[in-house]
């Protein structure tokens, strides 16, 4: 099925630990971003990417970094987890931002210990 | 930045009954999104608005850009329609970056 394939689901890191979130889309879309979401808060973005090659800095990019090599793959990286990571995050593809039809990963639950 | 008031907060409803969920914001837009989030997390993009109103089976989402306001209506409620509804302005110029609500906990009884 067409969409956004995000993994893991859940995930408990130790303090200190690195690890890549993995998106994938295949609707040949051209915009790709990053959210977390936390309790009492809207969601929030992290890193956006417009177009293979092109990454930019969303609203909280602290702690994270993404590269984006294929049109399809948009990986997020933690790279010390800290305990404030502990979230939930969501990738999300469009044919380009803002647009009308936004389409939404599972969402994976981390928690950093 | 734009600030994004949802309200209510939480809404129980019977089923059945007609649902209003309201989202004001602060800066001027170029749309506004409406998403449901399920139970389980997963999140589905609704609506996208810009003017008037727009209509898909039992949902009607409305918008007035001059009072900075939009207002999704569920009719006949159903069970699972129980979800989170979040409201997402859309910035307008160059940059059509979203500010999302913190969103509408509706739960609908049989």
């Known amino acids: 099925n067409a969409g956004v394939t995000q993994t893991p689901k859940f995930q408990v890191l130790k303090t200190g630990q690195s690890m890549t979130l993995q998106c994938a889309q295949d609707?040949?879309?051209?915009?790709m971003s990053w959210y977390r979401q936390d309790p009492g808060m809207g969601l929030r973005l992290i890193h956006y990417?417009?177009?293979?090659?092109?990454?930019d800095q969303g609203e909280v990019p602290n702690g994270y970094n993404v590269s984006r090599s294929t049109t399809e793959d948009f990986p997020l990286r933690l790279l010390s987890a800290a305990p404030s990571q502990t979230s939930v995050y969501f990738c999300?593809?469009?044919?380009?931002?803002?647009?009308?039809?936004?389409?939404f990963g599972q969402g994976t639950r981390l928690t950093v210990v | 930045k734009n600030e994004v008031e949802q309200s209510p907060q939480n809404l129980t409803a019977q089923e059945g009954e007609f649902i209003t969920i309201n989202c004001s914001y602060s800066?001027?837009?170029?749309?506004l999104h409406w998403l449901q989030q399920h139970p389980g997390g997963g999140i589905v993009s609704l609506f996208m608005?810009?003017?008037g109103k727009k209509k898909h089976g039992r949902l009607i989402a409305t918008i007035n850009i001059q009072e900075k306001h939009s207002s999704l209506h569920i009719t006949a409620s159903h069970p699972r329609d129980s979800a989170v509804y979040i409201c997402?302005?859309?910035?307008?110029?160059?940059?059509?970056?979203?500010?999302f609500g913190k969103g509408t906990l509706l739960t609908v009884n049989p």
């Open positions: 800066v001027g837009i170029s749309a």
């Open positions: 997402a302005p859309r910035s307008g110029g160059s940059n059509y970056k979203l500010t």
């Open positions: 608005l810009s003017s």
């Open positions: 609707m040949n879309h051209e915009y």
């Open positions: 990417s417009v177009g293979a090659g092109i990454t």
């Open positions: 999300a593809s469009s044919y380009f931002e803002g647009a009308g039809s936004a389409f």
